[in-house]
């Protein structure tokens, strides 16, 4: 079995949690997620099955959306209501006000990540270091908010929808928001809706694929590795070059590519047969950067 399913996590369980329940669903070891969630949050969360997890990295850099509820006015020790409330405060704001705040976040902005996450630190997760009470300098990264849309706002509650790049905080970016309307925020509620090609509208839940399995029908729900990877263009090599393709050689693909296609991959197909994932090189040649046969 190979291919990607596209699961709806619910709020509650980790992402490796859900890992975990569908190892032994599938009875499958080799299984992986692009895009870790929270476990307080719930959406849209890839996952690889068998020679698919190859896949994973070319998914890494896929950009997010999510829909955020913030609650203004408290702040937490997490950015989010997993933990106690360190401040509150009255708030005085408008709709005027948050949509003026809101495009001010649009753009390439530095974040910090929160000492509640998983980043490294001299080889703990900082998560660890918090739970012990235990601060530590954090360096900002450059992150990027492509679209910021207020969708609701009720008193101190605000709906956002973000579409951003990869290694944004939302926990972060609801603080920060908070912090500009000088109320404080917290994230209360979030739901991953998109995760590159993969759509909210298109997730099976776990339950549902428990009756799949049941039924026999896993199948249907299993999204074929190029299907998945149609947004980068495919190539069609000769059947006699499948030789030259498993061996990851540098090889002439009789294509007239420009000098603006150097650089970008390529997916390649021998016939009807998905090979793999190329480079290219010049404006002839190809060089293989992963096989899934």
Avoid at 147 to 152: A, K, P, R, V, Y
Avoid at 161 to 177: F, H, M, N, Q, V
């Amino acid at each position: 079995m190979k291919g990607i399913i596209n699961v709806l996590k619910p709020p509650g369980m980790t992402s490796h949690d859900v890992i975990g329940f569908m190892r032994k669903l599938l009875n499958i070891k080799k299984i992986g997620y692009a895009g870790t969630l929270d476990p307080v949050a719930a959406g849209v969360l890839p996952v690889f099955i068998g020679k698919a997890t190859k896949a994973i990295e070319f998914f890494d850099d896929n950009y997010k959306e999510y829909v955020a509820e913030m609650l203004l006015g408290i702040t937490t020790d997490t950015g989010d209501l997993d933990y106690k409330v360190k401040k509150q405060k009255k708030v005085e704001v408008d709709i005027d006000k948050v949509n003026k705040v809101l495009k001010s976040f649009i753009g390439r902005i530095e974040q910090v990540p929160p000492m509640y996450s998983a980043v490294h630190y001299q080889g703990k997760k900082l998560y660890e270091l918090a739970r012990k009470g235990i601060t530590v300098k954090r360096l900002p990264r450059t992150v990027e908010i492509k679209s910021l849309e207020l969708i609701q706002f009720s008193k101190n509650i605000a709906t956002i929808k973000i579409y951003c790049s990869k290694g944004t905080y939302i926990r972060t970016l609801c603080e920060d928001i908070g912090y500009a309307l000088n109320c404080g925020a917290c994230l209360s509620a979030l739901i991953r809706t998109k995760s590159g090609p993969f759509d909210i509208k298109d997730t099976i839940t776990l339950e549902e694929m428990r009756d799949y399995i049941h039924f026999g029908n896993i199948k249907e729900v299993l999204i074929p590795i190029d299907v998945a990877m149609d947004f980068i263009p495919s190539i069609g090599i000769e059947i006699n070059r499948y030789e030259d393709f498993f061996k990851g050689n540098h090889f002439n693909a009789n294509y007239n590519f420009t000098k603006d296609d150097v650089g970008k991959l390529v997916r390649v197909y021998a016939k009807d047969d998905f090979l793999g994932i190329a480079e290219i090189n010049s404006e002839n040649n190809i060089r293989v950067i992963k096989s899934f046969c």
